[in-house]
């Protein structure tokens, strides 16, 4: 079984700056997939970033990238020029890769993120 | 933008009715998933489906929870007799199947709170 872990469960952070959330996480699977999802108020599971675990460079989308240490088991979100609309819940996750389709994706506990104006 | 929509999007009722809940996922999507997230369990999964047959609903109450998928367009989610400790958000969620890509990721559909009194 995967677990996943997210020991910050809040942040806050001044508008324009650069913060990073952190994950680990546990699995004896060698193919597999980690994300980040932002769930603002109105509750919708936005996909932020995907990684694969087989590709070392790490995935970057636009202000948003991350750190991926597979060896160490560790992935991590650095949100730069962080914006007003960057306030949510993040959630780290887990899916290992299947030929067939989607597998089930194990969460974090999630991190608060503020950012102050 | 193709969405995976869920019905009803609130939902109060009194401890021991029945309740329904709905998915639509998106179209041509073969995996589809039922999540529930509360603050004090975080995200777990329920069950999910593969072409419409279940493969795991180890995170589902047995005694009161039922999932189904009478036909590729809808999967349901039922809970009889409801209790207080079902109160949550509920998430349903679909996944294509692979492409050259890999998996890619799933799509959430924006929930059904469950409020029961």
Not at chain 1, 23 to 36: A, R
Request: glycine share 6%; aromatic share 10%.
């Amino acid at each position: 079984a995967q677990t996943v872990t997210q020991s910050q469960p809040e942040m806050s952070v001044q508008e324009a700056e650069t913060v990073t959330l952190s994950c680990t996480y546990d699995t004896s699977e060698n193919n597999y997939y980690l994300f980040w999802y932002k769930q603002p108020p109105s509750r919708q599971m936005i996909l932020v970033i995907r990684q694969e675990a087989y590709k070392q460079q790490n995935a970057t989308e636009n202000r948003f990238s991350v750190n991926f240490q597979k060896a160490a088991k560790s992935f991590s979100l650095k949100i730069s020029d962080s914006q007003l609309g960057d306030t949510a819940m993040y959630f780290c996750a887990f899916m290992k890769r299947s030929n067939f389709g989607n597998e089930k994706l194990t969460f974090g506990t999630g991190t608060r993120l503020t950012i102050i104006p | 933008d193709a969405r995976v929509t869920q019905t009803p999007r609130h939902k109060v009722t009194e401890m021991g009715q029945e309740v329904t809940m709905r998915c639509q996922p998106i179209l041509g999507h073969n995996t589809v998933f039922w999540y529930r997230q509360t603050m004090m369990q975080g995200l777990e999964l329920l069950a999910y489906f593969r072409n419409r047959a279940p493969l795991d609903d180890s995170g589902m109450p047995k005694d009161r929870f039922s999932a189904e998928m009478p036909d590729a367009t809808l999967a349901t989610l039922k809970i009889q007799p409801s209790e207080p400790r079902d109160s949550a958000v509920y998430f349903c969620a679909s996944g294509l199947v692979p492409t050259g890509k890999g998996n890619q990721p799933q799509h959430f559909g924006d929930g059904t709170r469950l409020s029961i009194l």
